[in-house]
């Protein structure tokens, strides 16, 4: 995945449609001289809808889409026709994409499934027909409530990728060799720090045609959590992996040391991510022989799993494969496990179940003017 195309934060400005006018009209034709009050409802506004989508990788979609529009409702008409309702308009998203309101930072909801869907912002309701306002003493009522209007709302929307494992290591650790051999990708690779600058995957392939997902998150430094370097950027894509395989070579002069600074770096972004299970890789290993790695397994840290692995002489890769599928399989590592408070999806059907809060004012018809309808001003939804 390019640099260039790999797009993980927006910011859109949305607007939802308005509500479409009740119909203020009276039943009339050659057989019936006093039909009635017939006014259908207007229809809804259209919504904002959010749906994820597997075949989505980032928000490169939405670089250049920031207002989107959806459509109004039709107004209501005789015979108690409603109005038609607004266009929605569908916007789909990698799974891993968080929703924040761009004003207030406050987090609205998450997109980690295929095909999950919510609403980001509700059309407006159609107001109601005056057929809806008749009354044995009120036989013809000239009033009906207008649409309710449509919301603008700007979003921030954030990916993080979602991946069974989390590539962790300082620059030049090698991470992206260690993608490139194990799977199809093919990320940028060379002798300087920093060389990948946005997070690649890379669907690995185990036994028995199964597979599991890779990331390769760009190096982090000792600061990171503080601003310093790529890894501020890029430390949100962590919490999606289940598992972190943390990378250390084995030219380091000081393995434990390394690996104690990459964890507390990820401790203070975020303290919840040193509850994943993590998995430690020694890298460049093919330079060291059975007795140097025995003594050196003696001053590794305690209390994690590490492999010796050469990406390019291929020692101990099916070993960590292994080591990897266990752990993915283990009911506790399960991707996502880190998230947001949970929110509840809305579907467009479930929109508008509670009427609370809605506009009570009503209009009256410009072509009919002798009734005085103030006195209905207090009508509204909770009323019928």
């Known amino acids: 995945m390019a640099g260039s195309n790999f797009v993980d934060y927006v910011k859109i400005y949305c607007r939802s449609g308005k509500g479409g006018a009740g119909s203020m009209h009276f039943h009339r034709d050659n057989l019936t001289a006093k039909g009635g009050p017939d006014g259908g409802d207007g229809g809804r ?29 039709g107004d209501g008409s005789s015979s108690r026709s409603f109005g038609k309702n607004g266009d929605d308009r569908l916007i789909e998203v990698p799974c891993g994409t968080v929703l924040y309101d761009a004003e207030t930072g406050e ?11 919510m609403i980001l912002v509700q059309g407006g309701r159609g107001g109601l027909g005056n057929w809806h306002f008749r009354t044995a003493t009120n036989q013809t009522p000239r009033y009906a409530q207008p649409g309710e209007p449509r919301i603008e709302r700007t979003i921030v929307l954030q990916l993080k990728v979602l991946a069974d494992v989390g ?17 199809a990708a093919k990320p940028e690779i ?79 972004y975020n303290p919840e991510l040193v509850s994943k299970q993590r998995i430690l890789a020694i890298t460049k290993s093919d330079m060291l022989d059975d007795e140097l790695i025995s003594e050196m397994r003696k001053e590794l840290p305690t209390g994690i799993e590490a492999v010796f692995i050469s990406s390019v002489s291929g020692l101990g890769i099916a070993a960590l494969k292994d080591l990897i599928w266990t752990e993915i399989n283990k009911e506790s590592n399960k991707i996502a496990e880190i998230s947001h408070r949970p929110m509840e999806i809305v579907t467009p059907d479930d929109a508008f179940e509670d009427d609370e809060d809605f506009d009570d004012e009503f209009y009256e018809d410009e072509d009919d003017d002798d009734d005085d309808i103030s006195k209905y001003k207090g009508i509204g939804w909770d009323d019928l």
């Open 45 to 73: 506004g259209g919504h904002i809808i959010l749906r994820g989508n597997k075949n989505y990788w980032t928000l490169i979609h939405l670089k250049y889409a920031r207002h989107i529009f959806a459509g109004d409702g």
């Open 107 to 117: 987090f609205m909801g998450d997109i980690t499934e295929d095909g999950q869907e």
């Open 167 to 183: 590539l962790v290591g300082f620059p030049n650790a090698g991470k992206s060799t260690l993608l490139s051999v194990v799977s």
């Open 190 to 268: 060379a002798d300087y720090p920093f060389t990948t600058l946005v997070p690649n995957l890379g669907i690995v392939a185990y036994r028995d045609n199964k597979s599991f997902v890779m990331a390769d998150i760009p190096g982090i430094i000792e600061g990171a959590s503080e601003g310093r370097g790529l890894g501020l950027r890029f430390l949100r894509h962590i919490e999606r992996n289940s598992i972190l395989l943390f990378m250390v070579p084995a030219d380091s002069g000081d393995i434990a040391h390394e690996y104690n600074i990459l964890l507390n770096e990820l401790k203070q």
